[in-house]
T-cell receptor, first 113, second 115 residues
Framework: AQSVTQLDSHVSVSEGTPVLLRCNYS??????LFWYVQHPNKGLQLLLK??????LVKGINGFEAEFKKSETSFHLTKPSAHMSDAAEYFC???????????FGTGTRLKVLA | DTAVSQTPKYLVTQMGNDKSIKCEQN?????MYWYKQDSKKFLKIMFS???????INETVPNRFSPKSPDKAHLNLHINSLELGDSAVYFC??????????????FGPGTRLTVL
């Protein structure tokens, strides 16, 4: 069985400060993990993915995430927030053979000027 | 060119009606999905097709019937619409899972409102 928990439903940061969005996962199989972003009234766009290669994954727009098996975590970070980063972020877990993607409940990121 | 497109973008209808949402992808992908996003932004998979064959059918009322006429299209037909069907429905596609899960590409969504 697989599940994913996004620990914060809302995160507020000031422009130019670091962003940390937390995600913990559970998987009976070797997981693949994804972060997607959804801007208001838009579809979802992939930020980055982990599929058992390097544990530190770099994505688009300066985002990165680190896979930590011992902590079953895949937190998303960015060194400096931009106003355009304000959106909903989803952590997703999947595994070979399941054909399913399990979405977290989302974290709404607010960036303050 | 739009990679994954959905029509219509908005759909407002009365309870009890039957409606369809269409999805097309021009990425050459073999796998397509339907998701439902509720008012709290929770995304749940409904169906998945691979090469026109149904591979995932979650606990969705049988009023919902997906149809895949070819690999590039996955339509969703909903009979006897209920208030609880109001949501945003997303179509997505990905390459076949030959070596594990692949990136999904999402359409812009169809906002369904049942009155």
């Amino acid at each position: 069985a697989q599940s994913v928990t996004q620990l914060d439903s809302h995160v507020s940061v000031s422009e130019g400060t670091p962003v940390l969005l937390r995600c913990n996962y559970s998987s009976s199989y070797s997981p693949s993990l994804f972060w997607y972003v959804q801007h208001p009234n838009k579809g979802l766009q992939l930020l980055l993915k982990y599929t058992s290669a390097a544990t530190l994954v770099k994505g688009i727009n300066g985002f990165e995430a680190e896979f930590k098996k011992s902590e079953t975590s895949f937190h998303l970070t960015k060194p400096s927030a931009h106003m355009s980063d304000a959106a909903e972020y989803f952590c997703v877990v999947s595994a070979s053979g399941t054909y399913k993607y399990i979405f977290g409940t989302g974290t709404r990121l607010k960036v303050l000027a | 060119d739009t990679a994954v497109s959905q029509t219509p973008k908005y759909l407002v209808t009365q309870m009890g009606n039957d409606k369809s949402i269409k999805c097309e992808q021009n990425l050459g992908h073999d796998t397509m999905y339907w998701y439902k996003q509720d008012s709290k932004k929770f995304l749940k998979i409904m169906f998945s097709y691979n090469n026109k064959e149904l591979i995932i059918n979650e606990t969705v009322p049988n009023r919902f019937s997906p149809k895949s006429p070819d690999k590039a299209h996955l339509n969703l037909h909903i009979n006897s619409l209920e208030l609880g069907d109001s949501a945003v429905y997303f179509c997505a596609s990905s390459r076949t899972w030959t070596s594990g899960p692949n990136e999904q590409f999402f359409g812009p969504g169809t906002r369904l409102t049942v009155l």
